[in-house]
């Protein structure tokens, strides 16, 4: 289960930042233009923030004419679903030289507090989002100032029910004395409901029961923590489900995730190295109070940047 929410928190977010920060840099010069071509170009955290995320891009462009130009300054935002995401810029003039190369930097500001409006927009959208990249090119060519408009879409789009399926089989102990065991033999996911602060996901879980006796399923409770962060909560509601002795039955439960946390979540996973510390805990419903009965903690990385090279030329 770790797995399906390390998914939820960093998937959908990784995919955007990756169009965010790469999704302009193949178009720096209109159609029509003989110029210079992006030869290649690699990424790197610049000054990361509660609030804020910086992307360095590096950006070798090749000027196969000769003639020489300088570019002067690109300035740019980024659009999802209408949001502006992100604002960028290059770091400072650069001169292209007579068919040569040279490295152009970009800075890109991502705007973390967006993220929860975002992916309430991308749910909304039947899990499309429609980016757009607007800003403008100024620079310089036979000594002739010059200023044009750029304009970029694509859309991006996801599916989470796939994404969230669980295909592994897990063993669980459920009991000590006697020793008992259940087997988790898959989790079928789909999107619930949805509003402004909470994402509901229903999972149906084939249980397999690999005792020689009967095990019966009680209400549970179940909580995920990211790097502290209470991200999500979880819940069987049904009570008393009987499973017997080398029989499976499917079990259902909800996820609810809190959609304001997700900002809190990417940015400490990014100030943590792109590293985070997943904690799960369920408990059994028992008279109204909760008995802890499993625990799992572990860690996962990202390496989201390095993701970008997919969109290099």
């Not at 178009?27 to 000054?47: I, N, Y």
């Not at 502006?84 to 810029?89: R, T």
Request: net charge negative.
């Amino acid at each position: 289960m770790v797995e399906l929410k390390k998914a939820l928190i960093v998937g959908i977010i990784a995919v955007s930042l990756v169009v965010i920060a790469s999704v302009g840099y193949f178009t720096l010069f209109p159609s029509g233009f003989r110029l210079p071509e992006v030869k290649s170009m690699w990424h790197e955290w610049g000054a990361i923030s509660e609030n804020t995320t910086e992307v360095i891009s590096h950006v070798v462009i090749h000027n196969p004419s000769r003639v020489s130009a300088t570019i002067n300054e690109v300035v740019y935002t980024i659009f999802l679903n209408g949001i502006p995401m992100a604002q960028g810029h290059s770091t400072g003039p650069v001169s292209l030289p007579p068919e040569g190369d040279v490295e152009l930097l970009l800075s890109t500001i991502i705007d973390n507090t967006k993220i929860p409006a975002w992916w309430v927009s991308h749910l909304r959208g039947n899990q499309l989002t429609k980016v757009e990249l607007r800003g403008t090119i100024r620079g310089t060519i036979y000594g002739i100032s010059f200023s044009f408009p750029i304009y970029y879409t694509r859309d991006l789009e996801t599916d989470l029910d796939e994404w969230l399926d669980y295909n592994n089989e897990t063993t669980i102990r459920i009991s000590d004395v006697p020793p008992l065991y259940v087997v988790v033999r898959g989790v079928d996911t789909s999107l619930g409901s949805f509003n402004d602060t909470t994402t509901q996901f229903v999972h149906v879980a084939r249980i397999y029961n690999p005792n020689d006796v009967v095990i019966v399923v009680s209400k549970m409770y179940g909580e995920v923590f990211v790097d502290g962060v209470l991200i999500a909560v979880g819940e069987q509601p049904a009570d008393a489900i009987i499973i017997g002795p080398g029989q499976e039955a499917s079990i259902t439960f909800y996820s609810y995730v809190d959609n304001t946390k997700m900002d809190d979540v990417w940015a400490r996973h990014l100030m943590n190295g792109e590293r985070s510390t997943v904690l799960v805990k369920i408990y059994l419903v028992s008279d109204g109070g909760l008995v802890e009965v499993y625990e799992y903690e572990g860690e996962f990385e990202t390496d989201i940047l390095g993701s970008a090279s997919q969109f290099s030329p």
